[in-house]
């Protein structure tokens, strides 16, 4: 699978100061697959999402999309190669309405050519926000505010799709619901990564998944090969992983 | 870090300022000139320093108390015929009530509100001097009392103000006040759940800062001689005040010192180029901003970790 | 009475005036939370340069106006990009510091150049009244210099809220990271904001020079103006400055109309601090952010 990887990781490290975050992560985002990286809080998830977005920069390693290195890279320059990130806490544009939020995703001009097709796609996608599409994106529920999270990074038209803790601080159904939205997406031809705290539901919807402990990935391999019960016991650290 | 090396420090710059103080009989008028205005700026950067760096109140309004200084003084001597000491008691009276009358509406402003309202006063108080037939008017004062000073007496009186204030700043750091200003420094959320001792905290600084500006200001319009509302009020004052605490160092003892200094010499120097010299003292001033946001102490310090005066001491023994 | 109600008509039209003269620093304050000292200054360069483009250019005021605002994007961007963008995440005072330096620098160039004498552009409303009865006089100038204000704050009102650019200032103002997300380079954001606050200040710094006149270190007395007009209308709010104008404006010469002229400035203070203090975060601070 690593040949015609869409995204390559090599030995990516980061630090905040003298505090490392990342050792030596290595990753694949095959084409047109879902991959899902698992991790608990402060296993360094948002550091290495960060660093690869050029949010953070990262202190040694390189990130290739499409063959090309955006190691470092400013984010709007990364963003303008195809990639998007959801980002966590689901962080829309507060004082701006649904609709606005939406055209914000498409801002791009190979998007901005096509936002009306864009947009209807989206709405599509996510029924939910036509109706409060004239709404302050500040009065959205949980749910809502996610969807429309997702929804203005794929009016990007994006070739890779990050998701940052979709199910977090959701019920249960509206997660379900969002997540068979990103199969319906993943169809599409869009590579998707899910990054999770939960591990029941990542290793369901993911083709291949990443075991993130402390900086350091402890584990990866195809979902169907990977038991619910050992990525428990290298994530929280017990049984032969203690 | 014992108690030695703490004593060695204490007795060098006790050194320092014993020989600066010789300076009067040694150096010629224009080094005892320019040490004048070097202890003087140095004092009211201190004093905006404690203000801006330490007590997250970023002042436009500081010129109010170098003009009712100078204004004092001009009055007391002039109005009333009474000595010149007579005009530092009253202008500490003067801007204590003053700063402690305008800290209710200024103090509800925050952030850059609070720069903003802060300068509105200032400038309220010109146009009402400006106004006002009790001071004269535009016309201002000539205070003749200044006169007869002699300049080695000016230079000894500058030269107090100026480790005063060194002092001062440092006394409110260690005391109990000054752990909050730290805290709040480093960490303003976490200072912020005491709300009211926070006010308070704030509002003592901001009444120390303001006497000690006016006291400095009495010193400096002996120097001038001269007052009038426009100059008096001018946001120059402030503008100056904000440069020498920035480019010394926001937050630290040293900075205002360094920043006085290079402030004053540059100034001096400065005169043999008229017309541009101005333009090149800003030009100095965004260029070391941009070079060392921190001022040159925190350059210094980000490099060699050296402190000559350490606030933190207190903060660190308590923790030991 | 007919003066109470030629002093608040006059306000109104002033404070129109005003708002040309603040909204630009609003935008900047509303963008990039920058205490933008240098907007009077950038003002009066604006001033000297309609001066000068005018008496080169055959006397024809709009085409030096075009000129000015060229210009002074050109010279917005420079100083945004060259200076500005470097110190703004360093904190409020390295930022607001170097925006005084420059403040200081560009008075005395023009002072250099131009000495301290008083400057003023010539209007072709100077003389002319649109209104001229018993109860009120409107003079052509104050009106068009209220049309000129207005129609400035309706257009960037139209650029923040309906156009791309608008929206990935607003989306830089929101959350940087975000937009960056969305592929939009914040710092040249903040370059295009600053832009438009120097294009906008120019205007008002035309309208200034035909009314009232000017000299190279005018920029700082109408500094306070615009703090005042964006104090009331709410940092950040460009329709709010408009509102903030015409209080601020109005209440100048009502304070002339009651206490005298000599107090018109000074009444102009008084109203603007108690507003602040009652209302801390300006007048219109729970109405709107944009």
Request: proline content about 2%; aromatic content about 10%; some cysteine.
């Amino acid at each position: 699978m690593d040949a015609n990887a869409l995204m390559a990781i090599d030995g990516l490290s980061a630090h905040y100061g003298d505090f490392q975050a990342l050792y030596d992560v290595s990753m694949r985002f095959p084409k047109g697959k879902i991959i899902s990286i698992i991790g608990s809080n402060g296993a360094g998830k948002s550091t290495l999402l960060n660093s690869v977005m050029g949010i953070v920069k990262p202190s040694a390693g390189k990130v290739c999309f499409a063959g090309k290195d955006v190691t470092g890279k400013r984010t709007s320059a990364i963003v303008a190669n195809g990639i998007t990130m959801s980002p966590e806490g689901s962080s829309v544009f507060e004082d701006m309405s649904v609709h606005e939020n939406l055209l914000m995703g498409a801002y791009l001009p190979e998007a901005r050519k096509r936002k009306d097709s864009l947009l209807a796609r989206a709405y599509e996608i996510f029924p939910a926000l036509k109706e409060k599409e004239k709404q302050l994106a500040t009065f959205l529920s949980g749910g809502q505010r996610q969807m429309l999270a997702i929804g203005r990074a794929l009016m990007s038209d994006p070739k890779l799709l990050i998701c940052d803790e979709i199910s977090l601080g959701l019920a249960p159904v509206v997660v379900g619901d969002i997540y068979s939205r990103i199969l319906d997406v993943n169809e599409s031809g869009v590579t998707v990564v899910l990054v999770e705290q939960e591990v029941k539901r990542s290793l369901e919807y993911s083709d291949y998944g990443y075991v993130l402990v402390k900086g350091r990935v402890v584990m990866e391999g195809e979902t169907k090969d990977l038991s619910e019960e050992e990525v428990k016991e290298a994530y929280f650290g017990t049984g032969k992983y203690a | 870090m014992g108690q030695r090396f703490w004593n060695i420090k204490t007795l060098c710059i006790v050194a320092a300022v014993a020989v600066l103080a010789f300076l009067p009989r040694y150096g010629s008028d224009y080094a005892v000139n320019i040490g004048i205005l070097v202890f003087l700026y140095m004092s009211l950067g201190q004093m905006w320093n404690l203000l801006g760096g330490f007590a997250g109140l970023a002042s436009l309004g500081q010129q109010i108390f170098v003009g009712l200084g100078g204004y004092t003084l001009a009055l007391v001597t002039q109005e009333y015929g009474m000595g010149i000491a007579a005009s530092f008691g009253i202008a500490v009276g003067v801007s204590v009530v003053f700063a402690y009358v305008i800290s209710f509406p200024i103090f509800k402003m925050s952030g850059v509100y609070f720069t903003i309202g802060s300068w509105i006063v200032s400038e309220a108080i010109l146009v009402f001097f400006r106004n006002w037939k009790f001071v004269h008017y535009d016309a201002g004062y000539n205070i003749t009392a200044a006169y007869k000073i002699p300049m080695g007496a000016l230079y000894l009186g500058a030269l107090a103000i100026g480790v005063g204030s060194i002092a001062l700043v440092y006394a409110v750091l260690r005391s109990k006040m000054g752990l909050a200003l730290m805290a709040m420094r480093d960490n303003e959320s976490a200072a912020e759940v005491r709300g009211v001792r926070l006010y308070r905290t704030k509002l003592f600084c901001f009444l120390i800062s303001s006497a000690y500006t006016a006291v400095t200001g009495v010193v400096l319009y002996l120097n001038i001689a001269y007052v009038k509302p426009g100059a008096a009020f001018s946001i120059d004052w402030t503008v100056c005040m904000v440069f020498i605490a920035v480019i010394g160092g926001l937050g630290t003892i040293e900075g205002p010192i360094i920043g006085a200094v290079i402030y004053v010499i540059l100034r001096q120097y400065l005169y043999n180029f008229p017309g541009i010299s101005m333009i090149i003292l800003g030009s100095v001033a965004v260029a070391i901003i941009l070079l060392a946001p921190k001022g040159i102490m925190g350059a210094i310090r980000g490099r060699f970790g050296v402190e000559l005066f350490s606030v933190r001491r207190r903060v660190d023994e308590r923790l030991e | 009475m007919e003066l109470f109600v030629q002093s608040v008509i006059s306000g109104v039209l002033l404070g129109g005036l005003y708002a040309a003269i603040g909204v630009g620093l609003s935008l900047v304050f509303g963008i990039m939370g920058l205490t933008n000292i240098a907007h009077g200054s950038f003002m009066i360069l604006g001033s000297f340069f309609v001066m000068v483009f005018s008496r080169q250019l055959a006397g024809s005021i709009v085409l030096a106006l075009a000129v000015t605002l060229a210009v002074m994007a050109a010279v917005g961007a420079l100083t945004q990009g060259a200076l500005i963008n470097r110190v703004l995440d360093k904190g409020a005072e390295p930022a607001l510091l170097v925006t005084f330096g420059i403040a200081i620098v560009v008075q005395n160039i023009l002072q250099l150049i131009f000495g301290a004498d008083f400057k003023s552009i010539s209007s072709p409303f100077a003389s002319v009244n649109v209104v001229s009865t018993k109860w009120v006089v409107i003079s052509g100038e104050y009106l068009v210099n209220f049309l000129i204000s207005a129609a400035l704050i309706f257009i960037l009102h139209f650029i923040i809220r309906k156009t791309w650019l608008g929206r990935s200032i607003r989306a830089a103002s929101g959350n940087v990271t975000a937009a960056e997300l969305m592929g939009v380079n914040t710092k040249r954001t903040y370059i295009y904001a600053m832009c438009l606050a120097l294009v906008s200040g120019s205007v008002g710094g035309m309208l200034v020079g035909q009314t009232f006149g000017f000299y190279s270190y005018s920029g700082m007395s109408y500094l306070i103006i615009a703090f005042g007009v964006v104090v009331i209308g709410g940092m950040g709010s460009i329709v709010g400055t408009l509102i903030g104008g015409v209080i601020l404006g109005v209440a100048q010469l009502l304070g002339a109309y009651f206490f005298g002229p000599g107090m018109q400035i000074f009444i102009g203070y008084l109203t603007l601090l108690v507003i602040l203090t009652l209302k801390p975060r300006g007048l219109l601070s729970s109405m709107v952010r944009k």
